[in-house]
């Protein structure tokens, strides 16, 4: 496993600079390595225990090394881990390779949102090994760095919409504590289908700057009674609608606010994604 444990440093002189601030300056990469051995020691133990025997072979691993510069420079998704260690924040990117059917990860200590110091990186086939590693915070996905916590892939709030943000803060500051958490709406996600699919009812109104939107509505009686709604944005010469965002609420009174303008039949709208 000697070469599961890399560092992406700045030389200073002869001092390997991994994080200025708080003292992290070595002068030998075996000072270095020592004093992150506690770390690295712990993580190689749980990779190697949560390992699949049908995964990449242990011998076949260098092979992918060369992923790992393209994992740390332009990762899928990073991951913010403070859990694991009490006094140190992990950063796990993740990088998908879809030519090799490889997902890359990378669990590194990052100084001003760069990695200088990896502690773990591997290449894995099975998506139980990533999703272990997908843990904590969620801090970037590719193409919406920055963007609203309750977004999906698709809508127009995932690509960071001006018109899309304004309404979604507005929405949030609508809910009351006791409704469904922000964190918790991706776990809603597949709802948003079928709402605009079989929605219960379906409202068009304009706002004050002549945005013609349009909320599809839907009650869902599970596990956990709840109603999903999806919000649009009309093109008047099309009728169709592309999508600005949703989230799930177990607030009637909320609810509410989305039931004005005008009540649409379901089979006058004409669908289609974000852009």
């Given at each position: 496993m000697s070469d599961m444990a890399r560092n992406s440093k700045k030389r200073s002189s002869d001092l390997i600079v991994i994080d200025r601030e708080k003292g992290l300056e070595f002068t030998s990469e075996a000072e270095?390595?020592?004093?992150?051995?506690?770390?690295?020691?712990?993580?190689?133990?749980?990779?190697?225990?949560?390992?699949?025997?049908?995964?990449?072979?242990?011998?076949?691993?260098?092979?992918?090394?060369?992923?790992l510069e393209k994992t740390l420079d332009d990762p899928d998704e990073v991951w913010e881990d403070k859990l694991t260690f009490p006094n140190t924040t992990l950063h796990i990117f993740i990088r998908y390779f879809e030519s090799k059917d490889v997902t890359h990860v990378a669990v590194c200590y990052v100084t001003q949102e760069v990695a200088s110091f990896v502690y773990l990186h591997f290449p894995t086939k099975t998506e139980e090994m990533v999703e272990r590693y997908q843990r904590e915070e969620l801090v970037f996905v590719r193409g919406r760095k920055g963007a609203a916590e309750g977004a999906i892939e698709g809508d127009?709030?995932?690509?960071?919409?001006?018109?899309?943000?304004?309404?979604?803060k507005a929405m949030l500051l609508l809910r009351t504590e006791k409704?469904?958490?922000?964190?918790?709406?991706?776990?809603?996600?597949?709802?948003?289908?079928?709402?605009?699919?079989?929605?219960?009812?379906?409202?068009?109104?304009?706002?004050?700057?002549?945005?013609?939107?349009?909320?599809?509505?839907?009650?869902?009686?599970?596990e956990e009674e709840f109603f999903y709604i999806v919000v649009t944005l009309e093109d008047t010469p099309s009728g169709s609608h592309a999508l600005l965002f949703?989230?799930?609420?177990?607030?009637?009174?909320?609810?509410?606010?989305?039931?004005?303008?005008?009540n649409l039949q379901a089979d006058e709208v004409v669908q289609e994604s974000s852009h």
């Open positions: 270095l390595y020592a004093h992150f051995e506690n770390e690295i020691l712990a993580l190689e133990s749980e990779f190697l225990q949560s390992r699949s025997s049908q995964d990449i072979p242990e011998d076949e691993l260098v092979q992918y090394d060369n992923q127009a709030l995932f690509e960071g919409d001006e018109l899309a943000l304004g309404l979604y409704d469904i958490a922000e964190s918790e709406f991706s776990a809603f996600g597949e709802a948003r289908e079928l709402t605009l699919e079989d929605a219960d009812e379906i409202w068009r109104s304009s706002d004050s700057m002549g945005n013609v939107l349009v909320s599809f509505i839907k009650e869902f009686n599970e949703s989230f799930p609420t177990n607030d009637r009174g909320l609810v509410g606010r989305y039931r004005h303008g005008e």
